[in-house]
C-alpha cells in the first residue's frame, strides 16, 4: 500500500469535478487548434488509435509508480493519465457528465453486490 505524500488543502474540497470539467472544455476547444502550439490538438489530429495508445502509455507508468510505492511520483502519473483520459473523451464524443453520472448512480452500490447480482441476474 502507498502512504499518501500529504492530505488534500482544505481549500480543494469539492474542486476535483470543477477541474476535470474546466479540463475538458479546453481540450474541446484546442481541437480547432494548430497542432504546433497545442498538444492537445496534435494528439486528436493523429486519430483515435494514437489518442486510445497515450492513454494505455500513461496508465502503464501510473501502474509502475503505484508498485514502486512513489507516492510523489504517482500524483504526477495520474495527472497525465486523466489529462490523457479526457483527451480520449474529446476524441469520442463523450461528455463528462455522463461519466459522473454514472458514477452517481454506482454510489452505495458495493462492487461485491454488485458482482454477485450479475452472477445470479438479479
Ligand atoms: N494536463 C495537461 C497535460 N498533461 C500532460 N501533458 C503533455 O503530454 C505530453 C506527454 O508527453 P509524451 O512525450 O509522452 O507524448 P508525446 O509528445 O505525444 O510523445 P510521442 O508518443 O508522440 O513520442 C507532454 O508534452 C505533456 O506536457 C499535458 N498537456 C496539456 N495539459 C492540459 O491541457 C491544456 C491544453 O494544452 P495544449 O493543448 O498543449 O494547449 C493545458 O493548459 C493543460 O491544462
Known sequence: ?????APPPEDLAGASAEVLDRLFDVVTARRSADPSISHSARLLSRGT???AQKFGEEAVECLIEAVAGNSNKLVGESADVL???IVMWVDAGLHP????????RREGTSGIAEK????TGA
Not at 1 to 5: K, L, S
Not at 97 to 104: D, G, Q, R, T
Not at 116 to 119: G, I, L, N, V
Open 116 to 119: 454477485a447480482a450479475r452472477r
Open 49 to 51: 488509435a494514437k489518442v
Open 97 to 104: 457528465s455522463e461519466v459522473w453520472a454514472e458514477l452517481m
Open 83 to 85: 489529462y490523457h483520459l
Open 1 to 5: 500500500m502507498i502512504a499518501r505524500a
